[in-house]
Antibody, heavy 122, light 108 residues
Framework: EVQVVQSGGGSVKPGGSLRLSCTAS????????MAWVRQAPGKGLEWVGR??????????EFAAPVQGRFTVSRDDSKNTVYLQMNSLKAEDTALYFC?????????????WGQGALVTVAS | SYVLTQSPSVSVAPENTARITCGGN??????VHWYQQKSGQAPVVVIS???DRPSGIPERFSGSNSGNTATLTISRVEAGDEADYYC???????????FGGGTKLTVL
């Protein structure tokens, strides 16, 4: 059974930093691409960024609104991926989901974490 | 970048048919995935590749895709189908996923 369990989240002031964690099981994590998708209150789903597997280069890509402020890293020995969020803005307030991104860049997102709420407010 | 357009809301009486559309430029040439998201929960795939139904999804859910519109059809709607529904494709140029704005299905 696949499980994707997230931790982290909370409240932070504008300009602050926060790190989310996501631990997965039930599939071969080391070859998986992992992504973060967020959902602002009352809004739709927005892809934030991804990290490829080491075998595929381990590179990261991000959506324009977070480029340069957010980073993603992974620890394959712990089956865990991290989203480091710096220089946070009010508009980053959202429920952040961790999900396994399909390597073929054509399939759907099958496995999702439960979400972690990030609130950026003074 | 590629844009997907969904109507904000659709209302339907129980046992009737709900049709949720997703508009995009020549979307018929793309593979469309549909997600159901109930309040506060993670999205769940209900239709993949235009009209494939994952294991565990009722046969009442079906999809079609042609021209500039993809459609998710829910037959014999039940109260438990009340949720937000999102379409998704992959942007061919950026290789990034694109989500529609979502449609809230209300069961009257």
């Amino acid at each position: 059974e696949v499980q994707v369990v997230q931790s982290g989240g909370g409240s932070v002031k504008p300009g602050g930093s926060l790190r989310l964690s996501c631990t997965a099981s039930g599939f071969t994590f080391s070859i998986a691409w992992m992504a973060w998708v967020r959902q602002a209150p009352g809004k739709g789903l927005e892809w934030v960024g991804r990290i490829k597997s080491a075998i595929d280069g381990g590179t990261t890509e991000f959506a324009a609104p977070v480029q340069g402020r957010f980073t993603v890293s992974r620890d394959d020995s712990k089956n865990t991926v991290y989203l480091q969020m710096n220089s946070l803005k009010a508009e980053d307030t959202a429920l952040y989901f961790c999900t396994r991104e399909p390597r073929d860049v054509s399939s759907p997102f099958e496995f999702w974490g439960q979400g972690a709420l990030v609130t950026v407010a003074s | 970048s590629y844009v997907l357009t969904q109507s904000p809301s659709v209302s339907v009486a129980p046992e009737n048919t709900a049709r949720i559309t997703c508009g995009g430029n020549n979307i018929g040439s793309e593979s469309v995935h549909w997600y159901q998201q109930k309040s506060g929960q993670a999205p769940v795939v209900v239709i993949s590749y235009d009209n494939d139904r994952p294991s565990g999804i009722p046969e009442r859910f079906s999809g079609s895709n042609s021209g500039n519109t993809a459609t998710l059809t829910i037959s014999r709607v039940e109260a438990g189908d009340e949720a937000d529904y999102y379409c998704q494709v992959w942007d061919r140029s950026s290789h990034h996923p694109v989500f529609g704005g979502g449609t809230k299905l209300t069961v009257l």
